[in-house]
Nanobody, 123 residues
């Protein structure tokens, strides 16, 4: 079993930054790929960024490339999403997900989910 808890969301002006954090517990964390997802009102859940089990490989959806950075600290069992140059369209609930595999496969959903943290960007 893997437990995930997100934090770091909040209100920010367009052009600002937030650092989201996902604290994970469970014996498979260091071997699992991790992802950040978001869901805006009336829209489906979208994969934003993912990172492989070792942190060697990353994935970003085109709309956030150059603005968001995913990272992990396996010693602390955390995964972060640094969000810079935020836009109003980034407003969503952001979720952390943990996969059963160590490599990034964007088409496969995570096995475990956190509860989400709200990010609101005002224009």
């Amino acid at each position: 079993q893997v437990q995930l808890v997100e934090s770091g969301g909040g209100l920010v002006q367009a052009g600002g930054s937030l650092r989201l954090s996902c604290a994970a517990s469970g014996r498979t964390f260091t071997h699992s790929a991790m992802g950040w997802f978001r869901q805006a009102p009336g829209k489906g859940r979208e994969l934003v960024a993912a990172i492989s089990g070792t942190g060697s490989n990353t994935y970003y959806v085109d709309s956030v490339k150059g603005r968001f950075t995913i990272s992990r600290d396996n010693a602390k069992n955390t995964v972060a999403l640094q969000t810079d140059s935020l836009k109003a369209e980034d407003t969503a609930v952001y979720y952390c997900g943990s996969y059963e595999i160590s490599m990034i496969v964007p088409s496969i959903p995570p096995k475990y989910w956190g509860q989400g943290t709200q990010v609101t960007v005002s224009s």
